[in-house]
């Protein structure tokens, strides 16, 4: 097994010495600019770890397909911005304002590419199911994105709709990471397959954790202005369950604070205060934090399955307390 601490420095060389062309600057800029501007690095670190459960050093076999889990989450996060109209990500502009769309586009697809060049360093004999797990993964995330913005155009969704659209949104590349670990490290089919339960059970809590986050998360703390998806009336978890479970006059409440204007900083705080008054009255928040808890302790029955030292097993229980208990 690997220590954490040698993880952490591996994580930090990674990125630190990850190269691109250099030519057009055009192209490439926008790549080193994404990848510069950093982020939690959870899906890498998560690969790691779970090759560390089954191995005892790192090689290029596994740390580049780690680095192109980052590479690909990156280049959706370019696309999104797009999509999102985003003008700030971790702080900085987005790399479509920065530059321009042509170029955020363009820019996208290279990295797109290049994660799979990447991936192409994992271990001969366990490519082809690499290639098989990320080439699924990535087309699930884009199926993810694609039922977000649907959700965009209907005044209610279900919440089994919701929690599949975090699936294949968020939850799939995480689970990915999971098992890619496991894979390139030569696991059991069976533990591999629990990695990736794991990882996905994950993944959903995280992105509940997100939508309680931006409503009641400290801003100092989350690294962004709390209320923004209240202000875009995104289907959030805490929309779709207020939405269910408000009575006629809440739901009607509710609907009249979502058209509320937001032209100034002053409608913008309103309109964030009145939602948050009605997910009070509801006890949204509340039970956002059970519906993590849940998928927290689902996640950590898969741990219990797969057989593993008491040792490996509590690492990837601290992996997850600390992913959902996150502040930002």
């Not at 586009?105 to 797990?133: F, H, N, Q, T, W």
Request: hydrophobic share 40%.
């Amino acid at each position: 097994m690997i220590e954490e601490r040698h993880l952490e420095s591996a994580i930090k060389e990674l990125f630190e010495n990850l190269r691109f062309e250099e030519e057009p600057k055009g192209l490439y800029d926008p790549l080193r600019y994404m990848m510069e501007i950093g982020g939690k690095r959870i899906r890498p670190r998560l690969c790691l770890l779970t090759y560390s459960l089954f191995k005892d050093n790192l090689t290029e076999s596994v740390l580049a397909p780690a680095a192109a889990i980052e590479v690909f989450h990156s280049f959706t996060l370019i696309h999104d911005d797009i999509m999102d109209k985003a003008d700030v990500r971790r702080g900085v502009p987005t790399v479509y304002r920065k530059w321009d769309e042509n170029t955020a586009i363009l820019s996208g697809d290279v990295m797109s590419i290049e994660s799979y060049r990447l991936l192409a360093k994992a271990p001969a004999e366990a490519l082809p199911e690499a290639l098989k797990l990320f080439s699924k993964t990535a087309a699930q995330v884009c199926e993810g994105q694609q039922y977000d913005m649907d959700f965009e155009n209907l005044d209610s969704v279900p919440m089994a709709d919701y929690m599949k659209m975090i699936g294949l949104k968020t939850a799939v590349l995480i689970a990915c990471a999971a098992k890619m670990g496991a894979l390139i490290a030569g696991a059991s089919d069976q533990v591999c397959e629990l990695l990736y339960r794991y990882g996905y059970d994950l993944g959903l809590a995280f992105q509940v954790t997100d939508d309680w986050l931006d409503t009641y998360g400290d801003p100092k703390v989350f690294g962004k202005a709390i209320g923004g998806d209240i202000l875009n009336n995104k289907k959030t978890w805490l929309m779709i369950k207020a939405l269910e479970k408000a009575s006629n006059s809440e739901f009607k409440a509710l609907q009249t604070a979502m058209d509320m204007p937001v032209d100034t900083e002053d409608q913008k705080q309103k309109k964030i205060a009145e939602v948050k008054r009605i997910y009070d009255g509801l006890n949204i928040g509340e039970e956002a934090k059970q519906e993590i808890i849940r998928l927290h302790q689902q996640s950590m029955a898969y741990v219990s399955q797969m057989g593993l030292p008491e040792e490996s097993a509590d690492l990837l229980r601290k992996y997850a307390s600390a992913l959902i208990g996150r502040k930002k």
